[in-house]
């Protein structure tokens, strides 16, 4: 049974007990109103009946009769008057009224209401000239009987037409309140792995449906960003760990073919080693790019901004045996004055990827500066290739992103949307300048560090 015709069925069962519980309210209330009038002219019927057999001194028990037989009240009425000790002095269409129910009904008070085989009955005590009398009145109510048993149809009739009305609402109702239920069902099956921008109709952002929506979409939202970090993590491993894997198999393929001695061997396998080291300074600092991008922390310690740059320099002078680059640091007096607070295989990354593209877009010297300027580390990076157009270095950082200049080179679009997310990491200031066949220049801004603070973990934007 799906959600409407719960709801349609949980509506009709609460309109159907509040539609018996008021019915059976309507019924007790006109029950004992009609009761409550019907006794009272009982209990009038009585104080008269004894009045005048009593008070009055003209009207004796042979005239009382008369005029109780020549005058109808209601359907079989009984009278009985006696004294005090429960002697009949009057009595008219005795049946029920024998001594047994006069005794057992007889009042302390003024009055006693009973009922005695569906007739209601009073008993009133008159007192005159110091001697006491009690007048019973015995009858059925024949329209009360008449009035509820209408009563009962119009109630159940009413009843019955409420129910239905209330199932046809309810049904109604049910329906216009799932469909932005369905709406919602609707649009999320049109959502997938390829579809995650999409968003659901959020409408005023005020209703528990749309509260659900909102939920929903920052849901989807995180997952998307999920997914793009997966995506964007397997981009950089592989821009970042192909090249090493294939230079050292092709490097292991060349050396297998040849004959080498044993010392050749050490010296080709202590180099190994070592770009292995490299290699897992990489894939360490990718998977801790990979977790802060998931919301995890990025360990930091204090490093020497001149021994990355120079590591950066070096793993790219191996992938360009030919080329010249250049490399000029400023030390200050204090050496403590280069040290920043940084994750270094992520900053070798960055660097490395700054230098490897002024490589591989200039044929000509590629400088790589490190200056301390106050409270600042700047490093420069400055080649005279090809450039960038204007129009397109705001956008260079975006993933997938090449110029249009580029298209000749391989390459995918991925270590300058790497570089930015490393500098945002280490709240490092980074700002292109270029200029088409003329070259371009990145400039690198780090904050200067106290080496006697505290040492942060730094967490996912």
Known sequence: MNIKFRLSLQFMLIVGGLLLFFTLLVYYFSFTTNRDRFRNNLLNRAKNTVSLLVDVKEVDSTLLKKIHQSTFYWTDEEIVITDTNLRTIYSNNVKELNYNVLQSNITRGDKLF???NGKDGVCYRHKYNNNTYYSYVLAYD????????????????????SLWLSVLLSYLFSRKAIQPISEIIDSVKEINSSSLSRRLDEGQRKDEIEKLAITFNEMLANLEVAFRNQQEFVSNASHELKT???VMIAESDYFLQGNHSESEFREYLNQMIGDLKVFGIHLNSLLDLAQMNSGNSIMKSFVRLDEVLYDAVHDVKNMYQNRKIVTRVDFPENEDDLIVLANPGLLQIAFKNIIDNACKFSGEDVVAELQPI?????ITVTDKGIGIPASEIQSIFNPFNRASNVKFKSGYGIGLSLVSKIMEIHDADIQVVSHENTGTQFNITFKKVNCSEDIPST???
């Open 114 to 116: 009973f009922s005695i």
């Open 142 to 161: 024949s329209i009360r009987k008449l009035y509820l048993r209408e009563l009962v149809q119009v109630l159940f009739w009413s009843v019955i037409f």
């Open 244 to 246: 090493p894997v294939s």
């Open 459 to 461: 967490g996912g934007n």
């Open 374 to 378: 106050d409270d600042r580390l700047c």
